[in-house]
């Protein structure tokens, strides 16, 4: 099994199309639109650690929030699963420096580093003034939610790497050590009970429904289906390259057919997948 460690949406909603900040990402009613069409799969947050978040102030921060309760689910479910196959401590130690010790700790730092140049203080989220401004109460919002969840992240990847871990961090240490903020410090992390590791058993019968589940298609039609690519289907299903690959790999949505080195999807199976998921 392989992990992607890198966490994802990240460069989009810091510097590259789904960036709060945009124009084109502001407030309007065009969010009416993408919260219906968005496929999101977080479902029960996985873990030992529950986030619990301030409510939304608009369309824009429910669809946002979706967007990354559902990345960060998705992201962490892959990480409790590949982490305890890793049992040699060298390759342990190697994953603790390159998640831990570096990227999502650089993550942090960037995020540091946005809240203080534009001033994004929370306070202004809890205390709204009359005349606030909702843009920028919005963009507060999603940053520091994205902090809260590669807070989360983090945490849930160190307790599954605490035997080559010499000095555990808690939510409270990561903002005040790594994004730099002052005291009073807000907690949005919540240690759950004990986990309870699934059998091997477990995993065969998740996998058997898995398949089933992406088998339950439309064998009606004879007519020829119209093939979209994996830009298409991201397009269509509101979701991020990370997102449709580990659609894939859990085999919860409509399998491709290769056509020479590119996968091609049937468009109508696509629409149809997300059409059951929002229903």
């Known amino acids: 099994m392989e992990f992607d460690y890198y966490f994802p949406l990240f460069n ?8 709060p900040e945009l124009p084109e990402n502001a407030e309007s009613q065009n969010y009416t639109l993408r919260i219906e069409q968005q496929v999101t799969t977080h479902g029960k ?10 409510k939304p102030v608009n369309l824009k921060c429910v669809y946002y929030g979706q967007l990354l309760l559902s990345e960060t689910n998705l992201y962490c479910e892959d990480a409790l699963e590949y982490i305890p196959t890793e049992t040699d401590t060298r390759i342990r130690s190697f994953l603790r420096d390159q998640i831990l010790d570096k990227h999502l700790t650089t993550c942090l ?6 809240i203080k140049t534009k001033n994004y203080r929370l306070e202004e989220l809890e205390h709204p003034v009359v005349d606030a401004d909702r843009y920028r109460l919005s963009n507060i919002y999603i940053i520091h939610l994205l902090k809260a969840c590669i807070a989360k992240a983090y945490l849930e990847i160190q307790e599954q790497l605490v035997d080559v871990v010499s000095w555990k961090r808690t939510e409270e240490l990561l903002y005040l050590g790594v994004v730099k903020e002052l005291q009073p410090i807000k907690h949005f992390l919540v240690k759950k009970g004990k986990m309870t590791p699934k059998t091997s058993e477990d995993r065969v019968l998740d996998k058997q429904v898995k398949k089933n589940k992406s088998n339950d298609v439309d064998n009606k039609s004879d007519i020829s289906p119209n093939l979209i690519d994996s830009k298409q289907v991201m397009k269509l299903l509101a979701i991020s390259e990370s997102g449709l690959y580990r659609l894939k790999k859990a085999e919860k949505i409509p399998l491709p057919t290769k056509i020479g080195k590119k996968d091609k999807y049937d468009e109508q199976k696509i629409i149809e997948y997300r059409d059951s998921l929002n229903q």
């Open 12 to 19: 989009q909603l810091m510097y590259g199309q789904l960036n």
């Open 45 to 54: 947050q996985v873990g030992a650690f529950s986030l619990h978040y301030l």
């Open 109 to 114: 730092e960037r995020i540091g580093e946005k």
